[in-house]
């Protein structure tokens, strides 16, 4: 072989081992979270039982299927005030092989208002998740990923224990029963976290350690701004898996939109690249972490 061919050969290799570093490693992008979140928007308001949540969900699994993981659904019907309603949580798993794993879980429902779309809440940890799972694809994991995608977390009246996280309450169950949640290291669950003026909320009722963990490296990566040691209890889909005995943390922020939660001003102008970025970035860096735990 020539010297001409084997410097050829060895370039076109080298490219090829870059180009798969690269795509093994693909960073976690705040702007294709946000272009997933306008899309999921784009479905207009996705309460259970509507037209359009069952558009978004075929979405969904669109999209995930060329992600490298094994989609799994939960399927049920929820008991609600409004009678039985039929929901979905969707289920991107990322196998591992220690026989442990770490759930990331957000929502994908919106609250039942007229003209309420849901940008922030709903959206963005819908369009969180699915970065989240481009990012994932072709990584080696240690632990098996879920990426969970919650059905029925908004109250389809007014929010109390029985009418609300319909989706997390059911899978947090079932998996209690199947001897998943033994398996579980922890759960991280995203809501709210598109607002351009982003400050999490100090989850007080989540897991010490996970929250503690997850501040400091906002602190490390130079986001203190973002993680204010300061807050109180918020009710989301983390606490039926804390309830069962699941390290669990809710990574929401709930100051910054409380002039537009839940109205139709939660629209997509409030949200920012940025804002997905800093979750994103920080979410990773805990994965790794809760990895190489034991």
């Known amino acids: 072989m020539s010297r001409i061919v084997c410097l050829a050969l060895a370039g076109f290799l080298a490219s090829t081992c870059a180009f798969a570093q690269t795509t093994k490693n693909k960073p976690f992008s705040g ?9 999921a928007v784009a479905f207009g308001p996705r309460p259970d039982g509507s037209p359009a949540i069952a558009k978004l969900r075929a979405w969904l699994r669109t999209q995930l299927a060329g992600c490298g993981c094994e989609l799994l659904s939960d399927a049920f019907t929820a008991q609600t005030p409004d009678g039985p309603l039929p929901m979905e949580n969707i289920i991107a798993k990322f196998p591992g092989h220690s026989g442990r794993a770490i759930a ?12 309420f779309v849901g940008a922030n809440d709903g959206g963005s940890s819908t369009g969180f998740l699915l970065e989240l799972a481009a990012a994932l694809k072709n990584r080696p994991r240690k632990d098996d990923v879920y990426l969970i995608f919650f059905d029925g977390e908004e109250a389809v009246r007014e929010w109390t224990d029985t009418d609300s996280v319909y989706g997390s309450r059911h899978l947090a169950e079932k998996w209690a029963a199947e001897g998943l949640t033994k398996k579980l290291k922890a759960l991280i669950n995203v809501d709210m976290i598109g607002d351009r003026n982003f400050r999490l909320t100090w989850e007080i009722d989540s897991t010490d350690f996970l929250r503690e ?16 040691r300061h807050g109180g209890p918020v009710s989301d889909d983390h606490i039926p898996f804390l309830d069962a005995g699941v390290p669990a943390l809710d990574l929401i922020d709930f100051e910054s939109q409380s002039s537009f939660w839940h109205t139709p001003q939660d629209t997509m102008d409030k949200l920012a690249a940025r804002s997905f970025e800093i979750t994103g970035k920080v979410v990773l860096l805990a994965l790794e972490r809760l990895e190489n735990q034991q």
């Open 31 to 39: 702007a294709a979270a946000l272009r997933f979140t306008g899309r």
């Open 104 to 115: 990331i879980s957000g929502h994908y429902d919106t609250k039942k208002m007229n003209g």
């Open 213 to 228: 963990m997850v501040w400091d490296i906002g602190d490390s990566l130079g986001y203190s701004a973002a993680f204010p």
